[in-house]
């Protein structure tokens, strides 16, 4: 990370750790509806920035804001990308703050503020209280400890003296860092279940009152230091498991965000309110201008334009709308000013639709049961039925031996509790809770720093047990832009972009793209729906459709993307567009069939553009035309067969595919519900980093199952030990940080372990 | 002995202080951006002053 500090001369991320985002596509938002006032009497904006990644990131959009008149406070958090504004009312308007991060290279969305305020991880701040908690009594007690484990000549007062000031701390050190354990086990209790955080809460509970009850007695047992230090390892493995569902939970409420959208409402005089897209009540007339998305479904009443439907339907050709055309939520109104009435409800409309059948995936993917959950599903009754045998082998194991013949004396009852609750004590799954979580969070770190963001813990053991792999072609294989393919003489594509600089068009663009830098037509002008038409040294110019732009023109037939353009009297010029494959497209197609996995294409988009895909990237199998709801079947069907499907998918269409898929990832520039759907996301424009991450989590599935190999062996030794009644404190303590060390230093391992390519 | 009458507390009272500090910097926010924190230091905020 050298060269932190560029002058910010350039747009986007000075280091250049993240493509800089084009300005000409930020969706236009209105902010007011965002803007909430703080106690200090400023207006507070809460926003989400995309594409900050470093101190000079930091440095230019804070640096960019307090420069601004009236912004009092700048603040980006790195880490969640939010950042706050806060600035004197009337000073500023809201959308010169959008813009500013705009013209920097960053994309900024607004947070709803209720949501904000929920955003606070509450829970993760009570579990590191707990663990300072934990540690602090810890090794505080290890104090009082030692002396005791290596004081051979200590007295019977000295000892218990100290034993009696670990108590003070101990007890209410252990009642109160425990509290994640005993709720959680409470709560399986209460619906007849048991998980790992029963027998953690009935070691803590025997621990304790056999300490307490030694004590007393001025024995020598008392394992107040084994008791704190497992909870100590335990809360740390509870907070990294917590860390990484509570990115999960983030990426999920940022598809709330996208439906916190404002909406301009034209009143009865004509009159536009912003208001938020939750008031929208049918019948509401409402404006959308260039670049907008359409926040509820509706029917067009005035204005001419196309939409972008590609994130509803995966369709790349943008739809010539005509008054009385229906719209949908979630289309974007690409080159005219829209008015359109609203037919359904925010709640009702096809994004919420979508949200619900992605809820609907997401239910069927919670039966997955993880990996460590089923460790200690065998592990628990294993571990009870051990300390209850222990029990009964103390307490009437000698009167048994005697009426064979043997001479025994009575162990009593005080000796088979010591002995049953020792069991308890020395297979606590001390080890069992650190096994899975440091593994998970050592190799999401690695991806992570690959650009694979991977959002829950389980997402990654179910990405280990992948066979097939689902993508979707438009913006997913495919870059998801149209590129010129047509060989065009250099000055017919000069004159044709100068036309095209006009539009916001995406051939439009594209051609401009195709072309270069040059100047725009002076007195150029849109048509909605049929192109632009302006004049070329005097001459008549049109560059669009081929009704508009070339009558009489032949179709290829192809069924090709097509822009035309005629100059005077010349013969029209046909520009043809495809969309282009990401250039790793193939390689990484290659390399999941190397691994033995089944490729699938399966696409909203035409047949022809389909089947020219899935040749370039070497995929046999490819389906067209599939509706959204079809791709969830496809889905459900290769699970009914019994396969584990990985979804790859960028569009609204596919968010319920995604969520129906046994794992699913999407590309960074996929839509946000379609990213919050997904268990990993592609940071990015490379598809490869996604075999990397298959690998990796086959690597990490096989660290976890070693390490929980680890512990099982761990408490084989162990636990015949403590059921013999050889355990002392100090064996519990060392055999307990020793087991904890060792499998956290094999999580480690993945750290270095080198990608198999 | 009496010696562990002083040093225990003393100890004691050190470790807790510790705890106190660590709610402390939990309560005032400073694990909310630990990214953030590592590049802040990079940033020349100074560089004006210097001339």
Redesign the interface.
């Known amino acids: 990370m050298a060269g932190l500090i560029l002058e910010p001369a350039a747009a986007g991320c000075p280091s250049g750790l993240a493509q800089p985002l084009p300005a000409d596509d930020a969706p236009a938002r209105d902010l007011r509806a965002f803007v909430r006032g703080d106690a200090k009497g400023h207006d507070t904006l809460e926003l989400m920035v995309t594409g900050a990644k470093c101190a000079g990131c930091i440095r230019k959009i804070e640096g960019g804001l307090l420069a601004l008149p009236g912004v009092a406070e700048a603040r980006l958090n790195l880490s969640t990308g939010r950042l706050r504004v806060a600035w004197t009312p009337d000073l500023i308007a809201p959308q010169r703050i959008a813009d500013t991060l705009t013209a920097l290279g960053y994309r900024a969305q607004p947070f709803d503020p209720e949501m904000a305020q929920r955003n606070v991880d509450a829970e993760g701040r009570f579990l590191l209280r707990c663990l300072a908690v934990a540690g602090f009594a810890a090794m505080n007690i290890m104090m009082f400890s030692a002396p005791i484990w290596f004081g051979e000549d200590m007295g019977d007062g000295t000892r218990t003296l100290l034993h009696w000031i670990s108590a003070l701390i101990a007890i209410p050190a252990a009642l109160y860092a425990a509290q994640p354990f005993f709720r959680s086990a409470w709560t399986a209790l209460k619906a007849r279940r048991a998980n790992m955080d029963v027998p953690i809460s009935l070691a803590v509970f025997l621990t304790l009152g056999m300490s307490i009850a030694e004590t007393l007695q001025q024995g020598k047992h008392a394992y107040f230091d084994g008791i704190t230090m497992l909870l100590f390892f335990l809360l740390i493995g509870r907070y990294l498991d917590h860390k990484l569902r509570e990115k999960a939970r983030t990426a999920a409420r940022e598809l709330l965000a996208l439906q916190a959208v404002a909406a301009s409402r034209i009143d009865a005089e004509g009159r536009i309110e912003i208001i938020s897209a939750r008031d929208i009540a049918v019948g509401d007339r409402l404006m959308l201008a260039a670049g907008d998305r359409a926040p509820c479904d509706g029917v067009i009443e005035g204005g001419l334009s196309e939409l972008d439907c590609s994130m509803l339907t995966g369709e790349t050709t943008p739809v010539p709308t005509r008054i009385g055309d229906k719209i949908l939520a979630g289309s974007i109104n690409l080159t005219q000013k829209l008015t359109m009435r609203a037919t359904a409800v925010s709640e009702n409309s096809a994004v919420a639709e979508l949200a619900r059948l992605i809820e609907v995936g997401e239910q069927g993917r919670g039966r997955y049961v993880r990996l460590a959950d089923r460790a200690a599903a065998l592990y628990v009754p294993v571990v009870h039925s051990l300390a209850a045998l222990t029990f009964l082998g103390w307490f009437i194991g000698p009167a048994l031996l005697r009426a064979v013949g043997f001479e025994v004396a009575d162990a009593g009852l005080r000796v088979a509790l010591l002995n049953a609750i020792a069991v308890l004590i020395i297979t606590c799954p001390c080890a069992l809770g650190l096994a899975v979580p440091a593994v998970q969070v050592v190799s999401t770190g690695r991806l992570f720093k690959r650009g694979v963001l991977v959002k829950s813990g389980d997402a990654l053991e179910r990405l280990a047990q992948v066979d097939t792999v689902v993508f979707d072609k438009t913006g997913t294989l495919t870059l998801g832009r149209p590129r010129l393919i047509s060989e065009i003489a250099p000055d017919v594509l000069a004159a044709a972009a100068s036309l095209a600089r006009v539009s916001r068009h995406p051939l439009s663009r594209a051609l401009v793209e195709a072309a270069g830098p040059g100047v725009a037509c002076a007195d150029a002008v849109e048509v909605p729906g049929s192109g632009v038409e302006g004049a070329i040294g005097g001459a008549r110019a049109r560059l669009g459709r081929r009704g508009f732009a070339a009558e009489g023109a032949s179709d290829s037939g192809d069924g090709a993307a097509e822009l035309w353009f005629t100059l005077g009297e010349a013969p029209p010029t046909r520009f043809a567009f495809e969309d282009a494959l990401r250039p790793d497209a193939a390689t990484t197609v290659a390399a999941l069939k190397a691994r033995g996995m089944e490729v699938e294409l399966i696409s909203g988009d035409r047949p022809a553009a389909v089947e020219a895909a899935a040749r370039a990237a070497g995929i046999e199998h490819w389906r067209a035309h599939v509706a959204p709801a079809d791709k969830t079947v496809r889905l459900q069907e290769l699970r009914a067969a019994g396969r584990r499907p990985l979804m790859v998918g960028d569009g609204l269409n596919d968010a319920a595919a995604l969520a129906a898929a046994h794992v699913s990832a999407s590309p960074g520039t996929a839509v946000e519900a379609s990213q919050a759907a997904s268990d990993l996301v592609l940071q990015g424009a490379e598809l490869a980093p996604l075999v990397e991450a298959i690998d990796i989590a086959k690597a990490a599935k096989a660290r976890a199952v070693e390490n929980l190999r680890f512990s099982a062996l761990y408490n084989i030794v162990a636990a015949p030990l403590a059921a013999a009644g050889f355990l002392t404190p100090l064996i519990a303590a060392a055999a307990m940080s020793g087991s904890s060390l060792i499998v956290t230093l094999n999580a480690l391992r993945m750290q270095f372990a080198r990608a198999s390519s | 002995?009496t010696i562990m009458a002083m040093l225990?507390p003393g100890?004691?009272l050190l470790?807790?202080l510790?705890?106190i500090a660590?709610?402390w910097s939990?309560r005032s926010g400073q694990?909310?951006?630990?990214?953030?924190a590592a590049?802040?230091v990079?940033?020349?905020?100074d560089e004006d002053k210097i001339e």
Not at chain 2, 31 to 36: Q, V
């Open positions: 002995m225990v100890a004691l470790g807790a510790g705890l660590f709610f939990l694990y909310e951006d630990l990214e953030g590049h802040r990079l940033i020349d905020d």
